[in-house]
């Protein structure tokens, strides 16, 4: 599966409004559209991770985005560098009637890593 890294960077915080913080970085190499089971890897320490790659469609936005949302984290992580790997797609890029719609779908997703992350074991 592919990696990529960058510094967490500020996007308009519509993840942390809709119940889902996400670290956004700037994404540098074409990586397929998609919801993806993911680690991410801060200051040594490796987390359970779902990603998102893609744009956001539902909202209507045109650029493509690296957002990734570190399950149980709470701490602000902005300007610190971060590594993703992607290590399952669960699912394509989807536009959804509203907001509600989408995360109501992104519960789904996050019991999906967390059954994933239940089978296998965090590696670097």
């Known amino acids: 599966m592919n990696r990529f890294w960058g510094k967490v960077r500020e996007h308009n915080k519509r993840g942390k409004r809709l119940g889902f913080p996400t670290a956004n970085v700037n994404l540098w190499k074409k990586i397929p559209e998609g919801i993806y089971i993911s680690q991410t890897k801060l200051q040594n320490k490796i987390y359970p991770s779902l990603t998102f790659i893609g744009i956001a469609k539902t909202f209507n936005e045109t650029k493509t985005l690296a957002e990734t949302y570190i399950l149980d984290f709470q701490k602000n992580i902005y300007n610190k560098w971060i590594s993703v ?7 394509d890029n989807k536009k959804f009637n509203s907001a509600k719609e989408l995360v109501v779908r992104m519960k789904k997703d996050e019991q999906e890593a967390r059954k994933y992350f239940s089978k296998h074991a965090i590696v670097l």
């Not at 790997?85 to 699912?91: A, P």
């Open 85 to 91: 790997k992607l290590l399952k797609k669960i699912r």
